[in-house]
């Protein structure tokens, strides 16, 4: 078994038998797939932002999905994990220096760091997750070409399916007040909250309702201020239960442990939307208080992608998961089903199909 020097825990914990995953200042260690035999010579790579491969949220999701192909080509794969922003730059390097053919990066805040290396190695390939590489690093411009032709954006209009959340909350809620709040106000974060917003909004119009959105009004917003699962997370969170909230979208990988200790301390009845992946499945703390959510395919996204680099034929044209090509999704209401509505599910069904047809727009800075 390979020695690991940085212990992972939760789902992620399960496949360190395969891989290594190292932190910034140790060089990355050969990864063995679980094929029996090395059929490549192809080697993946991938980086984590800040929250690590065991966020249960989208390093976790890219990093299962960079596994399974790795696994299906024959190959070897390396991951290293990023403690903090300073080790982008540096984990990319060390990455590139141990002969990685395909680098994925995970997150809109190794975007800087991806452009630098890709301009610095033109003969590799990027997979840039959650980021256009387009029009500088703020994230909010998109012309469908990536600043540099060496990167593959892998992108998701997750405002599409935060409508169909949104539409749900608002239609759940016993109080008539609904809230959200974000890490930090990437376009990535405010995307999922604008869609929210929409589809609160759409209820409201479909419904002759007045249920109201606290913690983002489409422009300015609740956050924590990063994305840690800390006393800044409840705090953020117990804000918007006072504001008589019942339902709650935290918008940031982990900081929704913060609205879990906030719904706890509160001893009301709130119930939580997860994001990226269904959170009733990789956190089982959850399942009493999830109701739904908004899930983001990026295991898919990143699999598909390492096959065709693994096979010799990335397309490098920007990936946008949409409802219609199921990159993104709503999860199960799960335990929540017998208490939602029983005309619930199959509004939501037409209003997808309204946004799919394009009868029902959700407006994002991805189709802007």
Same mark, same amino acid.
């Given at each position: 078994m390979?020695?690991?020097?940085?212990?992972?825990?939760?789902? =992620?914990?399960?496949?360190?038998?395969?891989?290594?995953?190292?932190?910034?200042? #140790?060089?990355?260690e050969d990864s063995g797939s679980d094929s029996g035999s090395q059929a490549s010579d192809f080697l993946p790579c991938i980086v984590s932002d800040a929250g690590g491969f065991d966020d249960k949220s989208f390093n976790q999701l890219s990093y299962e999905g960079l596994k399974k192909a790795a696994d299906e080509l024959g190959s070897d794969f390396k991951a290293v994990e990023?403690? @903090?922003?300073?080790?982008?730059?540096?984990?990319? /390097? @060390?990455? +590139?220096? /141990?002969?990685c053919d395909t680098l994925v990066t995970v997150g809109f805040a190794l975007a800087a760091a991806t452009k630098e290396s890709a301009a610095a190695n033109p003969d590799l390939e990027y997979v840039l997750i959650d980021d256009a590489a387009d029009g500088g690093d703020d994230g909010q411009t998109f012309d469908g070409k990536a600043d540099q032709p060496n990167i593959k954006p892998l992108l998701y209009d997750t405002a599409q399916a935060a409508f169909l959340a949104g539409y749900a909350a608002? #239609?759940?809620?016993?109080?008539? +007040? =609904?809230?959200?709040?974000?890490?930090?106000?990437?376009?990535? +974060?405010?995307?999922?909250? &604008?869609?929210f917003l929409q589809g609160v909004e759409y209820y409201n119009q479909e419904k002759g309702a007045d249920v109201k959105v606290?913690?983002?009004?489409?422009k300015n917003g609740s956050f924590t201020g990063g994305f840690e699962a800390n006393q800044a997370a409840t705090n953020t969170a117990a804000q918007l239960l006072d504001q008589d909230v019942d339902v709650i979208m935290p918008v940031g990988g982990p900081i929704y442990q913060g609205a879990l200790t906030a719904i706890a301390d509160s001893g009301k009845d709130v119930a939580m939307i997860g994001v990226d992946a269904d959170v009733f499945n990789t956190d089982p703390n959850t399942q009493d208080v999830i109701l739904t959510s908004v899930m983001k395919g990026m295991d898919v996204s990143t699999y598909e992608a390492i096959m065709?680099?693994?096979?010799? &034929?990335? &397309?490098?044209?920007?990936? %946008?998961?949409?409802?219609?090509?199921?990159?993104?999704?709503l999860a199960p209401f799960?335990?929540?089903? @017998?208490?939602?509505?029983? &005309?619930?599910?199959?509004?939501?069904?037409? +209003?997808?199909?309204? %946004? %799919? #047809?394009?009868? %029902?727009?959700?407006?994002?800075?991805?189709?802007?």
């Open positions: 390979i020695k690991l020097r940085k212990a992972v825990v939760g789902a =992620v914990g399960l496949l360190v038998a395969s891989t290594a995953l190292v932190a910034c200042g #140790d060089a990355p990023s403690n @903090s922003e300073n080790d982008y730059a540096p984990n990319l /390097e @060390s990455l +590139v220096s /141990e002969g608002a #239609d759940y809620s016993k109080t008539g +007040v =609904v809230g959200t709040y974000g890490g930090q106000p990437y376009p990535t +974060v405010t995307i999922f909250m &604008d869609g606290v913690g983002w009004d489409g065709q680099a693994g096979e010799g &034929d990335l &397309d490098m044209t920007p990936y %946008i998961g949409t409802l219609e090509n199921e990159g993104v999704g799960h335990n929540f089903e @017998s208490k939602v509505s029983p &005309d619930l599910q199959g509004e939501l069904d037409t +209003v997808k199909a309204g %946004i %799919i #047809d394009g009868s %029902i727009p959700v407006k994002s800075y991805l189709n802007q």
